[in-house]
């Protein structure tokens, strides 16, 4: 027959389990401590709608209508829509995203 673990015993494994656990205060500082390494400076918002809409005004005139909504949807995202551009536009849009500071 297999043992039959006593009460106790597993009372003592959760108690252990609960002291390992880490306090809110000490997983904040954490968090904190690693959004506060540096990170690549990426230029502000601003900066990014005024080149993504001369990328268009360069290369695709036909679409420019469109860049309002598209900054909208990507706004606090500069860095993923610089990303998606170069994605879906190649080589034309990297090399100006890199000429204007844009390097992701």
Same mark, same amino acid.
Request: proline share 3%; charged share 40%; net charge positive.
């Given at each position: 027959k297999p043992r039959?673990? *006593?009460?106790s015993t597993s009372s003592k494994t959760g *108690?252990?389990?609960? %002291?390992?656990?880490?306090t809110s %205060?000490?997983?904040? %500082?954490?968090s904190k401590?690693?959004?506060?390494?540096?990170?690549?400076? !990426? &230029?502000?918002?601003?900066?990014v709608h005024e080149v993504v809409l001369n990328f268009f005004q360069?290369? +695709?005139e036909n679409k420019v209508s469109?860049? &309002?909504?598209?900054?909208?949807? !990507?706004?606090?995202?500069?860095?993923k829509l610089v990303r998606t551009l170069n994605?879906?536009?190649?080589?034309?849009?990297? +090399?100006f995203f890199e000429a204007h500071g844009l390097t992701v």
């Open positions: 039959r673990r *006593s009460k *108690s252990r389990r609960n %002291s390992d656990k880490k %205060s000490q997983k904040t %500082s954490k401590a690693r959004s506060t390494k540096s990170k690549k400076s !990426f &230029p502000e918002a601003a900066v360069k290369y +695709h469109e860049v &309002p909504g598209v900054l909208k949807k !990507f706004h606090g995202k500069e860095q994605r879906l536009y190649g080589d034309d849009a990297k +090399h």
